[in-house]
Structure formats: structure tokens, C-alpha cells
């Protein structure tokens, strides 16, 4: 069926650097993405998210690109820190019955490891 | 803590017997979800409320599993005779329907059937 994937299952950093974290997906339909972070033990923390007719938002040191042509996105976090190693993961979300958006459907996400 | 709970964040259990989990969402959100993580997986729906309504059901879950929110604030997650394949984190998250439609999560219920 439709599923939401990543390209890297890994991403090992040293503290300062810029991490980028990819995301592809499959269901054309979809029209909102989210970025989570999850670490050890906790539930996924909402980092940012876009929806369809956007193709970059910023917020405070992270960036989400979209790509509808490949269906691709991005999550870009700037002078990362040891307190972002988690786990990451994209989820998409389609309008349900034209009116609201129902459930997410996460990729296996990306495990980011930041050196100090 | 205005976020969302989930009761107990761990459980212990033998094969067939019943679990009970709990979810408490933020309290102005309408909707409800469920969903569930195995070790190094994302989380797998498994199905949502909006107010009372259960408005979608997974095939994951089985027969076994039954959830309800009659009150439309809390709900449960109930499991009758758990299986060692049940064994994951169950996760809540609530959200607005309309509007600002983010899913904000719960920490989790983690389930081990021996």
C-alpha cells in the first residue's frame, strides 16, 4: 500500500554541524507532513510540519522542504546539538472526506547521533 | 502538565490475560488516536475518535482489541487475552478537527505478554 519511507536510517554528526534528514513518499495524495522526534522511552515530540501548497517553512533552527515533483521532504536542523540525537520521523496526512485530516502514517525514521 | 497522559507507562502481563490501558488528550481537543510502535518501527495506526464517535478502525486491530471514549474526553484501549505479538508501545495523541490539526503525542504505554 501508500507508505511513507526515509532514504538513511542513520545519521551520525558532530555538535555545530547542519544535519539533514530525508523523507521520501509514495501517496500523491497526501497534503500535510509532519516531523517528529522521538527519543528513548518517550512518545514523538511535533517538531514542524508543511502542508501541500508550500515548499519550504522555517521555524527555529529546523527547515522542512518539499518537493512535490519527487515527493520528497526534508528536515534541515542548523547547528545541531547532543540534546537532538532521537529519532526522526516523517508522517503524512491526507485530507479525509474533503473535509479534515484523519490519521498519520509514519516512515521508519532516522536515528540522529550528535558527537560532542 | 496540560499534554497528553497515558496510564499505566508500563505493563507487565501473561499470555491471555486482559490489559486496559488509559489516555487522557489535552483536554480542548475533540479528536483522539491510537496507534502502535514495535521496536524500531514508526507508529502503526490503529484507529480514532472525534467527540464519541470511533470515526476509523485499522485491520491491526483485531477482534481483541476494543477502544471507546464515551464521554468524549478520556479514552481505553482494551486487550483480551494479549498474545506476545501485542507486546509494543501503545501511543495516544489528540488534536482539533478543524483548523490547527497537529497530533500531539502521549508518552506511551509499554506492554510486555510472556
Known amino acids: 500500500g501508500e507508505s511513507v519511507g526515509l532514504h538513511l536510517p542513520t545519521l551520525s554528526v558532530q555538535e555545530g554541524d547542519n544535519s539533514i534528514i530525508n523523507c521520501a513518499y509514495s501517496?500523491?495524495?497526501?497534503?500535510?507532513f509532519i516531523w517528529y522526534k522521538q527519543e528513548s522511552g518517550k512518545g514523538p515530540q511535533f517538531i514542524i510540519d508543511?502542508?501541500?501548497?508550500?515548499d519550504k517553512r522555517q521555524g527555529q533552527r529546523v527547515t522542512v522542504l518539499l518537493n512535490k515533483t519527487v515527493k520528497h521532504l526534508s528536515l534541515q536542523i542548523a547547528a545541531t546539538q547532543p540534546g537532538d540525537s532521537a529519532v526522526y520521523f516523517c508522517?503524512?496526512?491526507?485530507?479525509?472526506?474533503?473535509?479534515?485530516?484523519?490519521?498519520?502514517?509514519f516512515g521508519q525514521g532516522t536515528i540522529l547521533t550528535v558527537h560532542p | 502538565d496540560t499534554g497528553v497522559s497515558q496510564n499505566p507507562r508500563h505493563k507487565i502481563t501473561k499470555r491471555g490475560q486482559n490489559v486496559t490501558f488509559r489516555c487522557d488528550p489535552i483536554?480542548?481537543?475533540?479528536?483522539l488516536y491510537w496507534y502502535r510502535q514495535t521496536l524500531g518501527q514508526g507508529p502503526e495506526f490503529l484507529t480514532y475518535?472525534?467527540?464519541?464517535?470511533?470515526?476509523?478502525k485499522s485491520r491491526l486491530l483485531s477482534d481483541r482489541f476494543s477502544a471507546e471514549r464515551p464521554k468524549g474526553s478520556f479514552s481505553t484501549l482494551e486487550i483480551q487475552r494479549t498474545e506476545q505479538g501485542d507486546s509494543a508501545m501503545y501511543l495516544c495523541?489528540?488534536?482539533?478537527?478543524?483548523?490547527?490539526?497537529?497530533?500531539?503525542f502521549g508518552p506511551g504505554t509499554r506492554l510486555l505478554v510472556l
Open positions: 508543511i502542508r501541500s501548497n508550500m
Open positions: 475518535f472525534q467527540n464519541e464517535a470511533q470515526l476509523e
Open positions: 495523541a489528540s488534536s482539533f478537527s478543524r483548523g490547527q490539526e497537529t497530533q500531539y
Open positions: 508522517a503524512e496526512n491526507t485530507m479525509a472526506g474533503g473535509t479534515s485530516y484523519g490519521k498519520l502514517t
Open positions: 501517496n500523491s495524495a497526501s497534503d500535510y
Open positions: 483536554s480542548e481537543h475533540n479528536r
